[in-house]
């Protein structure tokens, strides 16, 4: 690993370039998109729930508010350091001032950076908390024939660069590669997940590619190690192709993270497509082609930010060319796709550009954090890619590194409701990462960093990963739900579901504004649910995800732990954070509960164990 000094400058290079998007001019023009009609802005506890009819061609939307009765409106700005649109109604604004006039309007957003004309202006005033708390009824219809319940979340996960699983050294006490696979083990055989994507197959530690007098050479016996672990795990990996090789490199000096990745073109795109051919060719020779064909081959990594491209667009795109024909080369039915972009940036470029010239786009994938996924399917069918699979390859709730909501439970609570608005319109939502073995900007400097990681170094489940294991616990059938009240179906979301005997419902109580990560009182909610069909002598049973509850954070904290936790405490943290299911009473057609914000609660219901 680098000195010290050396990730210090990866981390100050990282941060003030970070934001800075790449080449945003284009040679086509997005559609005019008509403003949201039947805009309705309704005041309730503590918050302002929005809502319209969508737009066709949106691929998101921007909540825009005022004071007074004239002036600017502004983007609705919930700081979550990415993207602020939203792909579809309703939105639940909390930063308002309870008691405060406002006014509403919304646009429709055909591009991430581009917004279209705001829609009519309407008015509503967030109520002051009156001591009561608000109720929110949920009606779940147990006995109807249901649909099939999308998990976007089982066909991929995010993780460190796969070298990392050959690592030896240590890390808060812990071998880094025997616990990032034990981590990765953990989300294939508990959470079910298919496939993981990471960076850097051609980073230098890999030792895939050298010239020798000026001609290249190839040596994928570190690949073939790192791909044998992933392939013995259960899983199977998403080849991102990059970053780029030393001796292929147009300027070696142009790097990214404190392990030195190189962002610059190649040298040669001939080379860069012949290695990439004899990639993918040695892959199929290995693992055999029925199981290559399975895999997923993206190009880059956000190269639309300055910090992972030195390039400019129309190199990356010259890049995709390449590596799409070097990958059809091998067999036309393996899938290519990108761009791999930050914030959603750039599917159109790609697209628009794939149109006119051929290329082939087997999927489009992109990132955000903060906000659930755009519906980019809109772009897709602009430029006839309208069968493509849509990968979501990074998502989570912050873009960055060491900042502590990512040990919070309002992230748990967050990764339910991006799951929840993804399913049944993305083909994958890859949570990123697994684990806090993660060294982007440096190895972690203490147990709870704010890491990036759904498992803590030492194997701790975080509140995010307790909210993996709550979706895994929903049944195939998906139930139709209702909900009224104050922020019923914006504040208080709920996922109903049935199995052969059982019926599982999720609630949660969130708002996306991060301001409010540590709670709000004002926001808390009575939930009343209503359950008719389901047999009033069934058992009932409660886990819940809250401050203080599934919370290593907490635990931590009452514990008064260090930097790093001696064996025993780290027993104790696993045991005082672990999910717990208790008996719930109910009258036999409803159940009565109280969400704070932010909170989530798993209810099952299921025929009496008889002892």
């Not at 802005?41 to 729930?49: E, L, M, N, R, S």
């Not at 983007?75 to 909390?94: E, K, M, N, Q, R």
């Not at 990639?279 to 990594?301: I, K, M, P, Q, S």
Request: proline share 7%; with cysteine; net charge negative.
């Amino acid at each position: 690993m680098q000195h010290d000094a050396e990730t210090d400058r990866a981390r100050t290079d990282w941060e003030g370039r970070i934001a800075v998007r790449s080449d945003e001019e284009r040679e086509f023009v997005f559609p005019d998109l008509a403003p949201p009609k039947e805009v309705t802005a309704v005041g309730g506890a503590g918050q302002v729930t929005i809502d319209w009819s969508p737009v066709d061609g949106a691929v998101g939307y921007l909540v825009l508010r005022g004071t007074g009765d004239h002036g600017p409106l502004e983007s609705v700005d919930h700081h979550s350091g990415d993207v602020l649109s939203v792909p579809a109604p309703p939105y639940v604004d909390t930063t308002c001032t309870p008691g405060t006039p406002y006014r509403y309007a919304v646009a429709s957003v055909p591009e991430v950076t581009v917004a279209g004309r705001p829609s009519a202006v309407v008015g509503a005033v967030p109520l002051v908390a009156d001591g009561t708390v608000p109720v929110v009824s949920v009606t779940v219809d147990a006995v109807a024939e249901g649909i099939e319940l999308a998990k976007p979340w089982v066909p991929m996960v995010g993780s460190e660069r796969l070298s990392q699983l050959l690592c030896t050294d240590r890390s808060g006490g812990h071998e880094i590669g025997a616990e990032l696979e034990q981590a990765l083990r953990r989300m294939h055989d508990e959470i079910g997940v298919r496939t993981v994507r990471a960076h850097a197959i051609f980073h230098d530690d890999t030792r895939v590619y050298t010239e020798v007098d000026g001609e290249p050479s190839y040596d994928f016996t570190v690949v073939d190690a790192i791909y044998d672990k992933v392939l013995a795990i259960g899983l199977r990996p998403v080849v991102e192709l990059g970053f780029m090789p030393r001796d292929l490199a147009s300027d070696p000096s142009r790097t990214v993270f404190a392990y030195g990745a190189i962002i610059s073109p190649p040298t040669s795109y001939e080379r860069w497509h012949d290695l990439v051919r004899a990639l993918v060719r040695h892959l199929v020779e290995r693992y055999g082609l029925d199981e290559v064909l399975t895999w997923d081959f993206e190009v880059w990594n956000e190269a639309n930010l300055e910090v992972f491209w030195s390039g400019t667009k129309a190199e990356w795109l010259h890049l995709y060319d390449a590596t799409a024909a070097a990958v059809k080369a091998v067999d036309a039915r393996l899938a290519i796709g990108g761009p791999s972009s930050a914030a959603a940036g750039w599917v159109d470029d790609l697209l628009a550009h794939a149109a006119a010239h051929g290329t082939p786009v087997d999927f489009v994938s992109t990132h955000t954090y903060g906000s659930p996924p755009l519906d980019v399917r809109a772009s897709m069918e602009r430029h006839g890619f309208g069968d493509a699979r849509i990968l979501w390859t990074e998502w989570g709730v912050t873009p960055t590194h060491f900042n502590p909501i990512n040990d919070s439970v309002f992230a748990g609570v967050f990764l339910l409701r991006g799951m929840r608005s993804a399913a049944g319109r993305v083909d994958a939502l890859a949570y990123w990462v697994a684990s806090d073995h993660f060294e982007e900007l440096g190895r972690p400097p203490r147990l709870l960093h704010g890491g990036f990681g759904l498992q803590t170094v030492g194997g701790l489940a975080k509140p995010r990963y307790h909210a993996m294991s709550l979706l895994s616990r929903l049944g195939p059938v998906e139930l139709p739900v209702t909900l009224t009240g104050d922020g019923g179906g914006s504040l208080v979301e709920a996922w109903a579901s049935r199995d052969d005997e059982r019926v599982a419902v999720l609630l949660w109580n969130l708002t996306l504004d991060q301001t409010k990560a540590d709670g709000a009182p004002e926001l808390s909610r009575t939930v009343h649910v209503e359950l008719p069909g389901v047999d009033p002598s069934w058992q009932a049973t409660a886990t819940t995800l809250g401050i203080g509850a599934g919370d290593v954070a907490t635990a931590a904290a009452e514990l008064g732990l260090g930097d790093w936790p001696t064996d025993e405490q780290l027993s104790e943290l696993a045991e005082r954070s672990r999910l717990v299911s208790t008996p719930l009473e109910w009258n036999g057609s409803a159940l009565e509960l109280t969400l704070p914000m932010p909170s989530a609660v798993l209810v099952e219901l299921a025929p009496r164990r008889r002892d």
